[in-house]
């Protein structure tokens, strides 16, 4: 059975950092792309950013380009997000999720929750001002 657990949000103040990982068990990350995706109360579910392990590309929403990145340990099946400098804008639960069945390609873009599956449970992400 696949299965992501996210872990490492937490409430940090604006300008603060968190590191947030998403563990995978039952299929290993070496074919798939992950992505990173938020909610925020009253919001529809965004893509924040994705890692191919297809091809190591990379994306990034203009959002959070130059602040968060993205990076995977496949010893540890285990994607990370880290986030700096980190706005009460950012607020929001994290989820990561895969791309099971390749539709959104070999190379990062733009998640859109649609083509990914197998969400974990979220971690809360909390910035005040």
């Known amino acids: 059975e696949v299965q992501l657990v996210e872990s490492g949000g937490g409430l940090v103040q604006a300008g603060g950092s968190l590191r947030l990982s998403c563990a995978a068990s039952g299929f290993t990350f070496d074919d798939y792309i992950i992505g990173w995706f938020r909610q925020a109360p009253g919001k529809e579910r965004e893509g924040v950013s994705s890692?191919?392990?297809?091809?190591?590309?990379?994306f990034y929403v203009d959002d959070v380009k130059g602040r968060f990145t993205i990076s995977s340990d496949n010893a540890k099946n285990t994607v990370y997000l880290e986030m700096n400098s980190l706005k009460p804008e950012d607020t929001a639960v994290y989820y990561c999720?895969?791309?099971?069945?390749?539709?959104?390609?070999?190379?990062?873009?733009?998640?859109?929750?649609?083509?990914?599956?197998?969400w974990g449970q979220g971690t809360q992400v909390t910035v005040s001002s």
């Open positions: 999720a895969i791309d099971q069945y390749g539709l959104t390609g070999k190379t990062s873009s733009c998640p859109v929750a649609v083509y990914f599956g197998s």
């Open positions: 890692i191919s392990e297809i091809d190591s590309s990379t």
